[in-house]
């Protein structure tokens, strides 16, 4: 066994039982480790139609097959669970520490059965596991808990906690869960899931190390990389009041144009996300009022307070996750005086300040870093937090919501005070607020249909902060990933950047330049780059890298490579696409099992441009999103019209003995 641990931890909460089961080699060939780990272990242990909430229900910690080997940007852990938002496949996805830590106790996945009957948390090291007493943590947020479990489990090794707050205990569909006190694997409720199990935190402190088949190779292969991305840096001139400009001339522009991903490696190292803070409000990426508005209602005089420069000033210290060069985060100052304990704060990131900028016409930054702070200690999404707040002012701009449902308080577009004691309440799940820490989706319902027209989501969950009219390949995957409405799966940028068509003999080559026009068809090459798309994430998600690194472009950042230097194996770029077609039709097949019609996981109309904006650059663009989804699921092998797979894809995959109960 090279690169993978070869046996998974599994932890019965109700009983307080702590076993291993050993994971064949086959396994790992046919699933990797990581997302299809998880889906291998879900698929067979959660019977059908489980609450999510309930005991039936499991959650699991997975790590990367590359984590720990020496190659890099290779750092990060999933959770998987049946999640509380869809009703179907959970999963998030964190950086930090948490990953290597998973592999350094001797496994490559923890899973959790079973509620406990009090709250606890579970302790690994290199001489085992054990299930302590959580009751003083209760209630504790999310980055005071992870200090006291620090200084509670001192060991040898400075442990990694992953880590609940209070919106995942009180149950707030739209929680996640804490690692490096602020990175958040934030989506899908997993931390809803961690809270209905009263596990508040789990703390691993192994030293164990990974073996690999060729160290030498993947030592070679990391070097070179690492070499790539120390010189790429972008021109000293380039400065944050440019990026609008650069944003206009996108939107402006007929064409799309290759570019070298380690350009992207570049803004990256120098800003982060954020440097689509004030790019993607004039190209039309980042969403405004609630998806119903432009650049024309969130100007330059507002957009430009998000200027990266202007975070970048409040920068304390630079942070990067686990084995990464690249190093996108850093820890921010708190200018902020409405909580004295606020004095530091990972950088938001743009989903962030995009979700609690535009999206509500805030242009104050400084309740962004406040609302950043007070959410990751809460454990709360800030995508979903961000829609449900949007949805929520439209609602009252519309008089659905009124001043008596809010007690007293002011909804109004951009009033960032308003904004922060909602988001309390949320949290707390304390008047108006115990409707919305559930999501857009669920609130409507209670609501009634006249809320409906303003409940932006897709299959029960808020959308990642970039419009598919503006990269209709977004549009496409937010609709028709077993995990709807997520902006990491792909893009028509993402293909581009990649260049995964140098690699796999079947994925539609991009030309130097080509109109834009091009990626609105609906035909089977813009279908088949979805598909790539789709199995490339799978991949990335088995093996613990970041999507970040794939941005980079598959020249450089040489997984393929690193895969078969890590494992011994000798697979082609192909055979590993086609264990990401496994992994993804496994996780459509797990929400079959659990009642999904896929056709409702279609993106809300107003994403799509069903009623088309009538300014900005996204004027007048509507996405033929029912086609596309259809021309996506035939090339993937599964029913066009329903999006289930069918048997003859299920026989070519090999999963119709593990879909039937037999163990590979």
Known sequence: MKGYCGKILIVN?????????????????????????????LYRHIPAMADPLGPDNILGFTSGLLTGSGSLVTGRWMVVCKSPLTGGWGDANCGGTFSPAIKRCGYDALFFKGISAQPVYLYMDNHG????????LWGIDTVESESLLRNECKAQKKPSVAVIGPAGENGALISGISNDSGRMAARSGVGAVMGSKKLKAVVLAGSRRIAVHDSARVKAISKAYAIKIKKAALPKIMKGWMLPLMGKMMAGSKNNALMDGLAVAAMNKKWGTIANNTVGVPNGDSPIKNWGGSVKDYGWGKYRHLNPDRILRRHTKPYACYACPIGCGGISAIQDVRDGRFKHTHKPEYETCAAFGGLILNSD???IFYINELLNRAGMDTISAGGVVAFAMECFQNGIITKADTAGLELSWGNADAVIELLRRMIQRRGIGD???????????????????????????????????MDPLTGLHFSVEPTPGRHTIGAVVNY??????????????????????????VNEENARKAK????????????GGCLFAVLTGL????????LNATTGWDKTPDDYMQIGMRIQTLRQMFNIKHGIDPKT????????????????????IALAIEPSMQSYWKELGWDENSGIPTQQALDHLQLTPLLNGEVF
């Open 365 to 367: 930054l400084d309740a």
């Open 555 to 562: 020249n450089h950042w040489k997984i393929f490579d690193w």
């Open 129 to 136: 596991a054990s299930l302590r007493d959580a009751a003083h």
């Open 532 to 543: 790539a798309n789709s199995c490339l994430k799978m991949i990335l998600d088995g093996a």
């Open 435 to 469: 409707l919305l820490a559930d999501g857009v989706k669920k609130a409507a319902e209670k609501i009634g249909a006249i809320a409906q027209p303003y409940a932006v989501h897709a299959g029960g969950q808020e959308p990642g902060m970039h419009d598919g009219k």
């Open 13 to 41: 909460l109700s009983t307080g039982e702590i076993g291993s089961e050993a994971i064949g080699d086959d396994i790992y060939e046919m699933l990797l480790s990581g997302v299809g780990l998880g889906a291998y272990y």
């Open 496 to 521: 581009n950047l990649s260049r995964i068509w140098e690699f796999v003999s079947w994925a539609p080559k991009v030309p130097a330049k080509y109109p834009k026009d091009k990626d609105y068809a």
């Open 601 to 620: 996981f279609k993106m809300h109309d107003r994403m799509s441009g069903k009623t088309p904006l009538k300014e900005g650059p996204l004027a007048g």
